[in-house]
């Protein structure tokens, strides 16, 4: 499993900006992929987690109403689409993937990860 992630970059407060990450894997329906995030001297934390099949969803409070974590079947794609960011949204935003557990809430257990992609939020 590979993982590629892209479209961060620089912007201000209440602006939006939409994550993309390429998934290469066998079959992308049996996996589920979550968006973490990392800000500076602090500890990654779980962001969003979609399933690969079903689609479900799940967001950290944090995110919940701003950001939305979407997937392309056809495309093996996972995006986030983040509204109204805020200068505490920066961060390092990585995507991950494990094989489905149909247990969102779960948000350990992630054994696959991209690269990051540095969101930067100005005030």
């Known amino acids: 499993v590979q993982l590629q992630a892209s479209g961060g970059g620089l912007v201000q407060t209440g602006y939006s900006l939409r994550l993309s990450c390429a998934a290469s894997?066998?079959?992308?329906?049996?996996?589920?992929y979550g968006w973490f995030r990392q800000a500076p001297g602090k500890e990654r934390k779980f962001v969003a987690g979609i399933n690969g099949n079903i689609q479900s969803t799940f967001y950290s409070e944090r995110v919940k109403g701003r950001f939305t974590i979407s997937i392309d079947n056809a495309k093996n794609m996972v995006y986030l689409q983040m509204n109204n960011l805020q200068p505490e949204d920066t961060a390092v935003y990585y995507c991950?993937?494990?094989?489905?557990?149909?247990?969102?809430?779960?948000?350990?257990?992630?054994?696959?990860w991209g690269q990051g992609t540095q969101v930067t939020v100005s005030s």
């Open positions: 991950a993937s494990r094989l489905q557990t149909f247990s969102l809430v779960t948000t350990a257990g992630y054994n696959y």
């Open positions: 894997v066998r079959t992308f329906n049996d996996y589920e």
